[in-house]
């Protein structure tokens, strides 16, 4: 009895001294206070030891949120930015609303100084202030520009977190991150305790992390009614944003901009007839125009690709233009070089980027941009049931945001590389992601994460259900999800990952394609269908021009393996790169348009191919598998065996691997041309 009184009194105790705590540990203790009174701790969890455990962790975190508020700096704003303008008016909104919508033009200062209000406002000391952003270049340069605007170290009031680096300490405040690193974080802590402030940047790029992170917040709300959140964006559709989020108030913020002289220069004024225009030639014709023009103002290229990237780097620098420094900027890019970027220099700069610089990051001094009007833009094939990352054009909203990268600090000049009919034709908003995303990654990923049915997930935009039902049946085709059994622990929709699929999960990839590539671990393949799977992600590098199909034919049949496509895709791809054994063989744009119009095959799509191959590279390396390179062919089939038998093992390996992720497409001959697919479909091998 005397006991019992004991443990209420330090329960008691330990509950008057919850508010000096941090929001994730008051949470915690809750828990386990309310576990004590149930009673349900037995001889295993002594309670008295439970209770001493507790009391450590509430002093703990009253010393860290100490620690966090003391370290806080004087918080000073650059009043020539608009949105310091709209610091009281924001500050109160955040105050008086749960959900707040920041519709920004670009430059308007708004993904630096937003964290900063939050701090005035009194945010980030309970919990921290996470910021997202859709790519690690920008959480890190915003991270450090903050910092040094607060007057302190990135790590200190400021800290960032990226794949593979983490810079945040216990004084933390304010945290940096990618939308991916706040995501994978709800696997242990689902209802991200350990924030109190929420800024989604960036919200009108609609990928899937963005689509993923506002369902989840929408669920979260009524549950968490101390949590803020401020949902922003350059370019948003605010009037869906805020009935999403139960009319929450929405504040606008304008940039103040120069005029900014828009030129449209399309293909024609390029093209060569002979049918090889390449877009990073017009880039190049481009900047001498400008060169010619003016020695003066630092000028951004908008390139849809690394591979891109270097080749108008390398294209530039043959110019030896006086007095220019020409920069690459990419996500991959050593921190050192991407730094570099950012920095004035003696003369004119020349920077030449992926999207990575349409939104979040500033490059001061910009008076020049050249848009190609092209970009990276996932898209899901129905047909083929795979996900492609082809280089497409943008949208109106994102060249405008592209124009808008100049103009800033004087008049500014956007060249863009295509007509302004071509422009007016183009769709307003990029489409969002889980519109035109393969259902099966999405499932793949909710169910990994613990997000609940994806039918009953408050998406923004819900996905069709006849696209539901197709991604689920593709999982468990591939072996990556099962039912669960009554009675145990149930994921989305009753089903969860079995061991395949949350090796498959580790991979971000199309599941038919990571099925593959874990198959193709297995088998001791992985270089060699690496390359095929890349191969099947784009669209067929082979072309038959009309009058020359027996040259094309004939040039062909170098590649050709009798009984197998995917080995003829091989070949080409090894002859391509010259054979080199590594896992990243380099190929120079001169000798690629050689060897396509030698062999009849589109310089588009092999470039295309090689840019796939290296980008699957890098995921299969982040992922933890052991990549070794793809290897000379050698004889995949026994010497003398023709197209029927006697293949060798590796051979064997191969196309068990590629058969793995595609189950569905095995065929059985029915008659001399037809054959039986799965569902009832009738196939004829193509011509």
């Known amino acids: 009895m005397q006991n019992h009184k004991n443990i209420d009194e330090r329960i008691k105790k330990i509950e008057s001294r919850l508010p000096g705590a941090l929001h994730r540990d008051r949470h915690a203790a809750r828990r386990q206070i309310s576990s004590l009174r149930g009673k349900k701790g037995g001889k295993k969890d002594d309670p008295n030891r439970m209770l001493s455990r507790l009391e450590r962790r509430i002093d703990e975190s009253a010393r860290i949120k100490q620690k966090r508020a003391q370290a806080l700096p004087e918080i000073l704003y650059n009043n020539d930015l608009p949105i310091v303008e709209k610091r009281d008016e924001i500050i109160r909104a955040v105050s008086e609303h749960q959900v707040v919508i920041v519709a920004g033009e670009t430059g308007s200062g708004k993904t630096t100084q937003l964290p900063k209000f939050c701090l005035e406002a009194g945010r980030g000391i309970e919990g921290r202030i996470g910021c997202t952003q859709p790519r690690r270049i920008a959480a890190v340069t915003v991270a450090n520009r903050i910092a040094e605007e607060l007057g302190q170290q990135t790590g200190q009031s400021v800290g960032c977190k990226i794949r593979f680096s983490d810079r945040t300490s216990e004084q933390s405040a304010v945290k940096m991150m990618t939308d991916g690193i706040l995501l994978a974080e709800t696997q242990g802590d689902r209802f991200l305790n350990d924030y109190d402030t929420l800024i989604i940047d960036e919200a009108h790029e609609r990928g899937l992390n963005i689509d993923f992170l506002l369902g989840l917040i929408r669920s979260l709300l009524s549950t968490r009614r101390d949590l803020k959140v401020i949902v922003t964006s350059a370019t948003i559709d605010t ?16 940039g103040r ?13 390029f093209g060569d007839n002979s049918g090889e225009y390449s877009y990073t030639d017009a880039a190049a014709a481009a900047m001498d125009r400008i060169e010619k023009e003016s020695r003066f103002g630092d000028v951004l290229i908008f390139m849809p690709t690394e591979r891109d990237i270097r080749e108008t780097c390398e294209i530039l620098e043959g110019r030896n233009y006086k007095n220019a420094s020409v920069m690459p900027l990419y996500a991959r890019l050593a921190a050192a070089d991407q730094a570099r970027v950012f920095k004035p220099v003696s003369g004119r700069k020349i920077v030449v980027a992926t999207n990575v610089a349409e939104t ?30 082809p280089v497409a054009p943008i949208s109106q909203s994102s060249a405008d945001q592209r124009k808008g990268r100049c103009g800033r600090v004087q008049n500014g000049v956007c060249i863009r590389l295509y007509s302004e009919q071509d422009y007016l034709s183009r769709d307003l908003y990029t489409p969002p992601e889980i519109l035109r995303a393969n259902l099966a990654e999405v499932i793949m990923r909710m169910i990994a994460l613990n997000l609940g049915s994806i039918q009953k997930f408050p998406f923004i935009d819900s996905p069709p259900q006849k696209q539901i039902k197709d991604g689920f049946d593709i999982l468990y ?3 990556a999800i099962e039912k669960t059994k009554p009675g145990k622990k149930q994921g989305s929709a009753g089903v969860r990952l079995t061991a395949k699929g949350r090796t498959m999960a580790r991979l971000p990839l199309d599941p038919r394609l990571s099925r593959m590539l874990i198959e193709a671990d297995k088998n001791g393949c992985l270089g060699k269908v690496t390359v095929i799977a890349s191969a099947l992600s784009v669209m067929d590098p082979r072309e038959r021009p009309e009058g020359k199909e027996a040259r094309a034919a004939q040039a062909q049949a170098e590649f050709s393996d009798q009984a197998s496509d995917f080995i003829t895709l091989y070949n080409i791809f090894r002859a391509c790169t010259h054979n080199i054994d590594s896992v990243r063989p380099k190929v120079r744009a001169g000798d690629l348009k050689r060897f396509c119009r030698q062999y009849f095959l589109s310089f588009k799509r092999m470039r295309e191919w090689l840019d796939v191959y290296e980008q699957m590279v890098d ?32 051979y064997t390996a191969i196309h068990k691997s590629v058969l793995s992720g595609f189950l569905s497409n095995i065929a059985q001959r029915k008659e001399k041309n037809i054959y039986q697919a799965a569902k009832q479909r009738e196939v004829m091998i193509f011509p």
């Open 360 to 389: 979040s990051i500033t490059i001061p001094g910009i008076k020049y941009v050249v848009d190609t009007g092209l970009a990276r833009i996932s898209t899901y094939n129905p047909g083929t049931r795979t996900t492609a990352l």
């Open 239 to 254: 009037e869906k944003f805020s009935r999403a989020f139960e009319n929450a108030p929405v504040i606008e913020v304008s």
């Open 257 to 269: 901009m120069y005029p900014v002289d828009v030129r449209w220069m399309p293909p024609e004024e």
């Open 619 to 650: 995921l299969i390396e982040e992922s933890g598998f052991e990549i070794a390179p793809a290897g000379a062919p050698g004889n995949t089939r026994s010497a003398g065996s023709g197209q029927k038998g006697g293949f060798s093992d590796l």
């Open 477 to 479: 085709e591939l072996g």
